[in-house]
């Protein structure tokens, strides 16, 4: 540390300081300082700004997401039972159960020599619509034959289905 002085006060900078009077050295020192704080709070004090904004918005991002997860426990736990092909009513097909998640009420389930033939009616055309891709993504199942018609051709959102799967 001392070698670091003399070597600051032999040089060029060192003498020109040595050369001020006492009351330019203590106006030049109080100067560099408020430079130097105010250089530094000018950088460090945005980025531990961010940073804290940053951590916040991780954190209530986090909160949601575990309130989400709170609030869909249920759900989410059906639709594994489903996709294991477990569920707690006895008898049920994964069909059935994957039906009963997505609002829509089977009327038949039939084995025959081309697959399972599924028919509803009077359901909704969107929960019918979820449902079908539920099956195809989630169960995996495939199907062969899809027919969908309007039940009354005054309320156009509600159909009649019958599908056949593999």
């Known amino acids: 540390m001392n070698q670091l002085k003399q070597q600051l006060a032999e040089s060029s900078a060192g003498r020109w300081y040595k050369s001020r009077s006492k009351r330019e050295q203590i106006l030049l020192i109080t100067a560099g300082t408020v430079i130097t704080l105010f250089l530094l709070l000018a950088v460090v004090v945005p980025l531990i700004s961010d940073y804290r904004n940053t951590n916040i918005s991780s954190y209530e991002r986090a909160i949601k997401d575990v309130e989400w997860m709170r609030l869909n426990q249920e759900q989410a736990t059906e639709r594994l039972a489903v996709q294991q092909g477990q569920g707690d009513e006895v008898g049920m097909s994964p069909i059935s159960r994957s039906a009963n998640l997505h609002d829509v009420v089977v009327k038949t389930i039939q084995d025959g020599n ?30 062969t034959q899809v027919r969908m018609w309007r039940t009354d051709a005054d309320i156009p959102s509600v159909v009649d289905l019958q599908f056949t799967v593999r």
């Open 114 to 143: 081309g697959g399972t033939v599924v028919t509803t009616e009077g359901q909704s055309f969107e929960n019918v619509v979820r449902w079908l891709f539920s099956l195809q993504n989630e169960l995996g199942l495939q199907m």
